[in-house]
């Protein structure tokens, strides 16, 4: 039987700064992508020549083979990437990742010194049964999430994707 969950996204995208985000200029942050399963989260790669989305649980021989025909090593998946970009092309570069997974995906964007991410969280709640504990308080603590029902309501409002993001990444 396939259980559906709409309510909960299948993708996280994680944007990492590490300073509060400036209107003004451009600004460093690095993107990491997940997938939630029913083992928990797992790390999601990129096809180097395609750009196409690879979870980490695909992952299990000495060979990765993508539907783009690239054959290499799972070392040379592109993982965490670094942009430095202004808040419109973060907007764009983060809608291209949420049209990658079909809408299906949350936005959080961590700063420095927060003391504990949503994602570090779930990683904890999946080894640990108590650890849901944790989760909720990252859930509580964490400010900077888009979810992907957020996204939906602003998206149905008329609003663009890219304005939506935008919008999000200032607020
Ligand atoms: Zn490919």
Known sequence: ??????????????????S??????????IISLWIRTPA???KVYRCPRCDELIPDRELGGDFV?????WIGFPRELVGETLFKL???????KLAYFVRKMEVDA?????RGKIPISI????MVARENPKGGELLDKARKDEKAIYTKQALIKDLSSGMSMEDAIAAFLKA
């Open 86 to 92: 202004n808040i419109p092309k973060w907007a764009k």
């Open 106 to 110: 949350d936005i959080i964007l961590r």
């Open 65 to 69: 083979k993508c539907s783009c025909g």
């Open 119 to 122: 994602i570090e969280a779930e």
């Open 40 to 42: 928990g989260l797992g």
């Open 1 to 18: 039987m396939k259980i559906i969950r709409p309510q909960i996204a299948k993708y996280i995208i994680e944007v990492y700064f590490d």
């Open 20 to 29: 509060w985000f400036s209107v003004h200029k451009s600004n460093i942050g």
